[in-house]
C-alpha cells in the first residue's frame, strides 16, 4: 500500500514563503510521476505543478507559473513545492498525488493520478 504524507502547511502572509513535503511509502517512488494539487472552499480541485520521475520534465498552472518550484529527492522518497510570493488566492488545501502508470507524463488532470495524499492548509493572509 502506497502512502502519501504532506507537511509544511500553515499560516503565511501575502508575499511569504513556504515548503511543502510529500513522503512517498514504498521502494517504488522513484518510477512514480508526482503532481501537487490544491482545493479551496467550494471549488474543484486545482492542478498546480507535476514532476516527471527523472525530474526532468516539469509543468505548472498558470497561476503559479513563476512562484512556485516542484522538486523532488528520489534518494529521499520526497516531493516538494517551494511557494514564494504567496497570494490569499494560494489558500487552499494542497494535495500531492502519484502516478504509477506512465512515469514520464507529467499530468495536469486528477484523473492521471492514482494515488493522494490527506492534504496540508495553506492559508495566506492579506
Known amino acids: 500500500q502506497v502512502q502519501l504524507v504532506e507537511s509544511g502547511g500553515g499560516l503565511v502572509q501575502a508575499g511569504g514563503s513556504l515548503r511543502l513535503s510529500c513522503a512517498v511509502s514504498?521502494?517504488?517512488?522513484?518510477?512514480?510521476?508526482m503532481g501537487w494539487f490544491r482545493q479551496a472552499p467550494g471549488k474543484e480541485r486545482q492542478f498546480v505543478a507535476a514532476?516527471?520521475?527523472?525530474?526532468?520534465?516539469?509543468v505548472y498552472g498558470d497561476s503559479v507559473k513563476g512562484r512556485f518550484t516542484i522538486s523532488r529527492d528520489n534518494a529521499q522518497n520526497t516531493v516538494y513545492l517551494q511557494m514564494n510570493s504567496l497570494k490569499p488566492d494560494d489558500t487552499a488545501v494542497y494535495y500531492c498525488?502519484?502516478?504509477?502508470?506512465?512515469?514520464?507524463?507529467?499530468?495536469?488532470?486528477?484523473?492521471?493520478?492514482?494515488?493522494w495524499g490527506q492534504g496540508t492548509q495553506v492559508t495566506v493572509s492579506s
Open positions: 514532476i516527471s520521475w527523472s525530474g526532468g520534465s516539469t
Open positions: 514504498g521502494r517504488t517512488f522513484s518510477t512514480y510521476a
Open positions: 498525488a502519484a502516478d504509477r502508470r506512465l512515469p514520464t507524463r507529467v499530468g495536469v488532470t486528477t484523473s492521471a493520478y492514482d494515488y
